[in-house]
Antibody, heavy 125, light 107 residues
Framework: QVQLQESGPGLVKPSGTLSLTCAVS?????????WSWIRQPPGKGLEWIGE???????NYNPSLKSRVTISVDKSKNQFSLKLSSVTAADTAVYYCARGVGLWFGELSFNWFDPWGQGTLVTVSS | DIQMTQSPSSLSASVGDRVTITCRASQSISSYLNWYQQKPGKAPKLLIY???SLQSGVPSRFSGSGSGTDFTLTISSLQPEDFATYYC???????FGFGQGTRLEIK
C-alpha cells in the first residue's frame, strides 16, 4: 500500500524559506493522483496548501499562493514544498497526502488518503 | 472560497451513545464532502468520502449523509476508540477547505 513520509528542517528562521519533501513508497508518483500539502497549526484546524500532478500542473490556495512552490521529482518518487518569507504564523505540523479520485457515473469525486505522519515546523529565531 | 462550518465544536458523550455531527457548506457542493477522524498526535484518517461512502476498513457504525449544503456524520454506538476530533472537507473546488473540527470527548 502507498505510504508517505515527510522530511525537512524542524526549525526555520523568520523571513526564511521552509522546505519539505514527501517521499512516496509502495506506489508511483506518476499514477493518476494529485499530491497535496496540508498544514495544521498547533491546537488548530487543517489548511490545504496546494497540490501537484506528476505532469507538474499545480493548484495553490490563494491565501498562500504568492509564497508557495510545489514541485515533483519523478526520478526520486517524491514531491516538495517551499514556503517563502515565513513568520511565526507558519508554525504548524505539515502533512503530505495523496488525492484519490473515483468516477461515480458522470461525477468525479476525490479525497485525501493516505496521509503522511506529519512533521512539525517551527518558525523562530 | 467555499466555507465549511461544523457544529457543534465540541461534544461530550458516553460509550454506546448515538452521535451526530453536522457540516454546512457556504454554497452547494453536491456530494463532494469527506469526513476524517484525527486522534492526538496522529494524521487525519479518512472515514467517509462522497458524502456517504464508507472507506474500506472503517466500522459500519460510522455513516454519512447529505447533499447540497448540509451534511451529517453519525456514529451509531460510540466506542472508546471513537473519542477524537472529526473534520469535514469539501472537494467541490479548490481551495479545498475543512471545517473547524468537532472534538468528541468522553462524558
Amino acid at each position: 500500500q502507498v505510504q508517505l513520509q515527510e522530511s525537512g528542517p524542524g526549525l526555520v528562521k523568520p523571513s526564511g524559506t521552509l522546505s519539505l519533501t514527501c517521499a512516496v513508497s509502495g506506489g508511483s508518483i506518476s499514477s493518476s493522483n494529485w499530491w497535496s500539502w496540508i498544514r495544521q497549526p498547533p491546537g488548530k484546524g487543517l489548511e490545504w496548501i496546494g497540490e501537484i500532478y506528476h505532469s507538474g500542473s499545480t493548484n495553490y490556495n490563494p491565501s498562500l499562493k504568492s509564497r508557495v512552490t510545489i514541485s515533483v521529482d519523478k526520478s526520486k518518487n517524491q514531491f516538495s514544498l517551499k514556503l517563502s518569507s515565513v513568520t511565526a504564523a507558519d508554525t504548524a505540523v505539515y502533512y503530505c497526502a495523496r488525492g484519490v479520485g473515483l468516477w461515480f457515473g458522470e461525477l468525479s469525486f476525490n479525497w485525501f488518503d493516505p496521509w503522511g505522519q506529519g512533521t512539525l515546523v517551527t518558525v523562530s529565531s | 472560497d467555499i466555507q465549511m462550518t461544523q457544529s457543534p465544536s465540541s461534544l461530550s458523550a458516553s460509550v454506546g451513545d448515538r452521535v451526530t455531527i453536522t457540516c454546512r457548506a457556504s454554497q452547494s457542493i453536491s456530494s463532494y464532502l469527506n469526513w476524517y477522524q484525527q486522534k492526538p498526535g496522529k494524521a487525519p484518517k479518512l472515514l467517509i468520502y462522497a458524502a456517504s461512502s464508507l472507506q474500506s476498513g472503517v466500522p459500519s457504525r460510522f455513516s454519512g449523509s447529505g447533499s447540497g449544503t448540509d451534511f451529517t456524520l453519525t456514529i451509531s454506538s460510540l466506542q472508546p476508540e471513537d473519542f477524537a476530533t472529526y473534520y469535514c472537507q469539501q472537494s467541490y473546488s479548490t481551495p479545498f477547505g475543512f471545517g473547524q473540527g468537532t472534538r468528541l470527548e468522553i462524558k
